[in-house]
């Protein structure tokens, strides 16, 4: 009888420690790529807000595709904002553009999360992508 309450207690104490881990792993913003897909260099304007604070701004200068290439130009972001989870709000604009488009990512799901900037001829999209891309991104699943 003992053995088996023993056996159980130790089955209890791995599984808490299991679910612990569970609870505190966290999600993260890993990366942000911009891509252009128009023939035209153009300028990306960007901003990063964390549960309403700003915590990234910065312009990137995005070569044009000639057609010589086989894919669009793109840069991948140095990562300036906090490793925190939380509610991201990335705001983009082109240019001399007035309007931003804006992106809203919950990271306090686990898990990591990325996104993409795409710019053709006509407009801006933010796109919600993986994190293979990311070699800097910590697993966040135990």
């Not at 128009?38 to 304007?45: E, L, P, S, W, Y």
């Not at 309007?99 to 996104?115: F, I, M, P, S």
């Not at 919600?128 to 070699?135: K, L, M």
Request: charged residues 25%; contains cysteine.
């Amino acid at each position: 009888m003992l053995r088996r309450e023993l056996l159980g207690a130790m089955g209890v104490v791995g599984l808490a420690g299991c679910l612990s881990s569970l609870r505190s792993s966290k999600g993260e913003l890993a990366g942000i790529e911009v891509v252009n897909h128009d023939d035209v260099r153009h300028t990306v304007h960007l901003l990063v807000k964390l549960g309403g604070e700003l915590v990234h701004w910065s312009s990137h200068e995005v070569g044009g595709n000639d057609g010589t290439a086989a894919e669009a130009n793109s840069t991948q972001l140095d990562r300036e904002w906090p490793e925190s989870s939380g509610l991201f709000t990335i705001y983009t604009r082109v240019d001399d553009a007035v309007e931003w488009e804006k992106l809203t990512l919950d990271t306090t799901r686990v898990g990591c999360h990325a996104v993409k900037i795409l710019v053709d001829a006509t407009e801006v999209k933010l796109w919600r992508t993986g994190c293979t891309d990311y070699p800097t991104a910590q697993p966040t699943s135990p």
